[in-house]
Structure formats: structure tokens, C-alpha cells
Nanobody, 114 residues
Framework: QVQLVESGGDLVQPGGSLRLSCAAS????????MSWYRQAPGKERELVAV????????NYAGAVKGRFTISRDNAKNVVYLQMNSLKPEDTAVYYC???????WGQGTQVTVSS
């Protein structure tokens, strides 16, 4: 049974940092690219960052480039999203996704507010 379980979401002040984690199970994690998406209230879900299976290549949405870093640990079956210099417009539910499949996590809420 495939599971993607996100954690690390919280309420943080503008300029703060958070690290999201996504623990994967039920499939061969090291064979798949992984991605983070987010969905703000009233908006469509959007791609935030992607990391290839080996972790060597990453790609980011323009709005987060230079502030967010995606990484993975294939030994632990975990993908991370380090978020720095957070802005109120980063407020959203963040989802973990196995690229090219229908596997999604349940989401974790990130709220950036003073």
C-alpha cells in the first residue's frame, strides 16, 4: 500500500523558515522523481519543486527559486522541502507527489502570518 505522509507544516512569521518532510512507503522510492505542490485557498494546485530520482537535478517554480530547497534521502525514503524567507503568499497546503503517478500525500498546512 502506497503512502506519502507529510509533516512539518506550521504557523510562522514572515521571514521565517520551515522544513517539510514527506515519508514514502509502498513503492521503490529511489526509482521515482518526487515533487512538492501547494494549493492556496481559492487557487489551483501548483508545482513548487521537483527532484529527480538520484537527487542530482532539481527544478523550482519562479516564485520560490532561491528561497526553497528540495532534497531527498533515498536510504530513508524521505523527501524534504526547506523553506526560507517565507512570505504571506507562501501560505498554502503543501502536498508531496510521486512524479508520473497518482500518488499524493494528505497535505500539510503552512501559514505565514504575523
Amino acid at each position: 500500500q502506497v503512502q506519502l505522509v507529510e509533516s512539518g507544516g506550521d504557523l510562522v512569521q514572515p521571514g521565517g523558515s520551515l522544513r517539510l518532510s514527506c515519508a514514502a512507503s509502498g513503492f521503490t522510492f529511489r526509482n521515482y522523481a518526487m515533487s512538492w505542490y501547494r494549493q492556496a485557498p481559492g487557487k489551483e494546485r501548483e508545482l513548487v519543486a521537483v527532484i529527480l530520482s538520484t537527487g542530482g537535478n532539481t527544478n523550482y517554480a519562479g516564485a520560490v527559486k532561491g528561497r526553497f530547497t528540495i532534497s531527498r534521502d533515498n536510504a530513508k525514503n524521505v523527501v524534504y522541502l526547506q523553506m526560507n524567507s517565507l512570505k504571506p503568499e507562501d501560505t498554502a497546503v503543501y502536498y508531496c507527489h510521486t512524479h508520473g503517478t497518482s500518488y499524493w500525500g494528505q497535505g500539510t498546512q503552512v501559514t505565514v502570518s504575523s
